[in-house]
Structures are given as C-alpha cells and as structure tokens.
C-alpha cells in the first residue's frame, strides 16, 4: 500500500522551528488533524507567507517530509499553550514557488479555487503531487538526509 500524501500550511518562519525540532503542527496546535497522520505518509508544507499573518508574500513550499510512528503528543509551550505535535523526518529541500507546479498538481489543475482547501491548515493529496513538489525542492523522499530549509524561495 502506498503511503497517503498530505499538504500543510503554516508560514515559513513556523515551518522553519518544525524543521529544527523534527515535528509538524497545524491548525494552532489541534490534535485531531495530526491524528489522520500515519507513520510513512509524505508531508509538504506550503508556506503562503514568511511570517504569521505577514503581508510578505512567498506561495512556496518550504518543508517535505516521511511522518515518523511516533502518535502525536502534546508540549507546553507557556503562557497557556499546549499544542500537539507530530514527528516528522524532514528531507533537505530547497523551497519551491507554488505558481509553476500549479498545472501539474492533481488538487490545483484545472481548479481555480485551488487555495480554499488550504485553509484547512491539513488535506490530504495524491501521493504523486508530493513526489512532483521532492522533484521541484531537490528533495529525495526514500533517502535520510535530514534537514530543511524552509527560507524565502
């Protein structure tokens, strides 16, 4: 069987500290999206911004990853904040912008309101979308070289 493709949105800056401590978070730390995860599903962050509600603009992928087994767990971030988090082995990748993948991506072609599904902060994709968004980042799914680099395309 193979494994399910998944897209998450998040900025950059956030995709950054994901990549830094090996886990994923969406929808503001929900548990429940994190739970449709399993381990060996392929993950792409789309990052429509550099920062958190920033108006500088970057519509690229900044983050491609394997879900590790580990269930998603909860961490105490202060002030109140306990988000959930799901472990992911991140692959080097350099960011792709979105707009020349557009035409080739099964949720986009020939959809015009291809952004609504995002807004789901998690949504599941053809496993093939994320093999094109490797291609397009210079990333290898089956081999470990760890790491991303989720800065401006």
């Known amino acids: 069987m193979s494994p399910t493709g998944w897209f998450a949105m998040a900025s950059a800056a956030h ?4 990549c830094a401590g090996g886990f994923m978070q969406v929808c503001h730390g929900r548990a ?20 958190l509600g920033g108006r500088d ?12 087994p580990r269930a998603p767990y909860q961490v105490d971030m202060g002030n109140g904040f306990t988000p959930f988090r799901r472990d ?20 986009s072609r020939d959809n015009g309101n291809w952004g609504y599904q995002l807004r789901f902060g998690l949504f599941k ?14 990333a290898t799914l089956g ?10 395309a």
């Open 125 to 138: 994709v053809d496993p093939d979308d994320i093999k094109r968004i490797a291609d397009a980042m210079g």
């Open 32 to 51: 429940t999206p994190l739970r449709r995860l399993v381990a060996g599903d392929l993950v792409a962050y789309y990052s429509p911004t550099e920062t």
């Open 88 to 107: 992911v082995a991140w692959r080097r990748a350099d960011p792709a912008p979105i707009n020349p993948l557009l035409g080739d991506l099964s949720f």
């Open 57 to 68: 603009r970057l519509q690229a992928f900044t983050a491609i990853g394997v879900v590790e």
């Open 15 to 18: 995709v950054r500290m994901g």
């Open 143 to 152: 081999i470990v070289e760890r790491g991303c680099r989720a800065n401006s």
